[in-house]
């Protein structure tokens, strides 16, 4: 059995809202697992049954094989870190992360000792006499983090913990909690609607809608083998441009443009969707600008350019072709100009479909 077993989870609050439906997830030691999805979607739900602070409704939860379901937070190894920083505002950062310590009777000299070295790992040793209204966003997010870290615990779990934090603050805080998972090595399970976040700090990562996982996997996995629409769109960004049209002859009906299905779809494929919708994506940054190449590889494809921006390292093109807008990545030195016609090639691999009914991932030549 894995380290964290979670087996048929669901949630139905007292009002008979079910939040949570058939959760199965086997975490093993030292992972970092984050659960993504747009708000509301059950992600701090099923994190705050793992933490003992919601009641399990139906499933059963193991943490090392044995049975946690009637287990209270204390008895779990869990510390958590909350959206808000939940300081104690009249206390020293010092004082902060002592507490939980001094309420266990552990010995002054172990705290100071303890405290010492989790405000040098997280670089607070300046700010242990200063009061959290005395600290900016991150640092007060720091103390948090050390709180936590500072029990030594299995198993942590944060909830959205840079949530309150600018974009800078953001990607330092990202990378220090990355760091410090490698440092302490506990299983984490973290909680984000970023998916940013999601890529950058996960060793395998849940994506959840609705209160359904829609899949579990890396990074790498979820962004090249997406299994269904939502995930498609969820996980990259700009998101995945996707086309619906119908399919006629093997080939997607479009005005201007030619799509011919069979470059990328096996015969079975095109004879089941023949006559009916189907869904096709690619994504902003898979494309190549034309500039006079054939389109070898790939469908080349007219287009008009709406919005051009320039982001730096790349520039966001916004354009219409057969009456769909979509997105294109291009390299700043190769970007068209607003209003001018555009030609651009998405490689044949790079082209994903989907069942435009149940949104599943539909498979193609490069994805059996
Ligand atoms: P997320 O963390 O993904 O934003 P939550 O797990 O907080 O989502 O909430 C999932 C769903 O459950 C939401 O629709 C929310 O309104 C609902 N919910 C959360 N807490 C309660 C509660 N105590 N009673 C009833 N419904 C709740």
Same mark, same amino acid.
């Given at each position: 059995?894995?380290?964290?077993?979670?087996?048929?989870?669901?949630?139905?609050?007292?009002?008979?809202?079910?939040?949570?439906?058939?959760?199965?997830?086997?975490?093993?030691?030292?992972?970092?697992?984050v659960?993504v999805?747009?708000?509301?979607?059950?992600?701090?739900?099923?994190?705050?049954?793992?933490?003992?602070?919601?009641?399990?409704?139906?499933?059963?939860?193991?943490?090392?094989?044995?049975?946690?379901?009637?287990?209270?937070?204390?008895?779990?190894?869990?510390?958590?870190?909350?959206?808000?920083?939940?300081?104690?505002?009249?206390?020293?950062?010092?004082?902060?992360?002592?507490?939980?310590?001094?309420?266990?009777?552990?010995?002054?000299?172990? !705290? #100071?000792? $303890? @405290?010492?070295?989790?405000?040098?790992? =997280?670089?607070?040793?300046?700010?242990?006499? +200063?009061?959290?209204?005395?600290?900016?966003?991150?640092?007060?997010?720091?103390?948090?983090?050390?709180?936590?870290?500072?029990?030594?615990?299995?198993?942590?779990?944060?909830?959205e913990?840079l949530s309150?934090?600018?974009?800078?603050?953001r990607?330092?805080?990202r990378?220090?909690?990355?760091?410090?998972?490698?440092?302490?090595?506990?299983?984490?399970?973290?909680?984000t609607h970023d998916q940013t976040e999601a890529m950058?700090?996960?060793?395998?990562?849940?994506?959840?809608?609705?209160?359904?996982?829609?899949?579990?996997?890396?990074?790498?996995?979820?962004?090249?083998?997406?299994?269904?629409?939502?995930?498609?769109?969820?996980?990259?960004?700009?998101?995945?441009?996707? !086309? #619906?049209? $119908? @399919?006629?002859?093997?080939?997607?009906? =479009?005005?201007?443009?030619?799509?011919?299905? +069979?470059?990328?779809?096996?015969?079975?494929?095109?004879?089941?969707?023949?006559?009916?919708?189907?869904?096709?994506?690619?994504?902003?940054?898979?494309?190549?600008?034309?500039?006079?190449?054939?389109?070898?590889?790939?469908?080349?494809?007219?287009?008009?350019?709406?919005?051009?921006?320039?982001?730096?390292?790349?520039?966001?093109?916004?354009?219409?072709?057969?009456?769909?807008?979509?997105?294109?990545?291009?390299?700043?030195?190769?970007?068209?100009?607003?209003?001018?016609?555009?030609?651009?090639?998405?490689?044949?691999?790079?082209?994903?479909?989907?069942?435009?009914?149940?949104?599943?991932?539909?498979?193609?030549?490069?994805?059996?």
């Amino acid at each position: 059995m894995a380290y964290l077993t979670l087996r048929g989870i669901n949630k139905i609050y007292p009002n008979g809202f079910h939040a949570v439906h058939d959760f199965n997830l086997e975490i093993e030691k030292g992972e970092f697992i984050v659960f993504v999805g747009s708000s509301g979607c059950g992600k701090s739900t099923t994190l705050r049954m793992i933490a003992g602070l919601e009641n399990i409704s139906k499933g059963e939860f193991y943490i090392d094989g044995e049975r946690a379901n009637e287990m209270g937070p204390r008895e779990r190894g869990v510390a958590m870190v909350f959206q808000s920083y939940a300081l104690y505002p009249h206390m020293t950062v010092y004082e902060n992360l002592a507490f939980g310590l001094t309420l266990q009777g552990v010995d002054d000299d172990v !705290i #100071e000792e $303890r @405290v010492n070295n989790t405000a040098r790992i =997280l670089g607070l040793t300046d700010y242990l006499e +200063r009061l959290p209204r005395e600290l900016s966003g991150g640092q007060r997010q720091r103390v948090a983090v050390g709180r936590a870290i500072i029990r030594k615990v299995n198993i942590f779990l944060m909830d959205e913990p840079l949530s309150n934090l600018d974009a800078k603050q953001r990607v330092t805080m990202r990378s220090e909690i990355t760091q410090l998972h490698r440092e302490t090595g506990a299983t984490t399970i973290y909680v984000t609607h970023d998916q940013t976040e999601a890529m950058t700090m996960a060793d395998r990562i849940v994506v959840m809608k609705d209160g359904y996982i829609q899949q579990v996997g890396t990074p790498y996995d979820l962004y090249f083998n997406p299994m269904n629409m939502f995930v498609a769109g969820f996980i990259g960004e700009p998101p995945m441009n996707f !086309i #619906e049209s $119908r @399919v006629s002859s093997g080939n997607l009906t =479009l005005n201007d443009n030619h799509i011919e299905l +069979r470059a990328v779809a096996d015969q079975d494929v095109l004879d089941k969707y023949e006559g009916s919708q189907i869904v096709f994506g690619f994504r902003p940054e898979s494309i190549r600008p034309a500039l006079g190449d054939s389109g070898r590889g790939g469908y080349k494809i007219r287009c008009f350019v709406n919005l051009v921006e320039l982001l730096g390292d790349t520039t966001n093109v916004y354009v219409n072709f057969d009456g769909f807008n979509v997105i294109l990545k291009v390299d700043p030195h190769q970007s068209p100009s607003v209003g001018s016609q555009f030609d651009f090639v998405i490689p044949y691999e790079s082209v994903y479909l989907f069942d435009k009914q149940t949104e599943k991932r539909i498979k193609t030549k490069s994805f059996k």
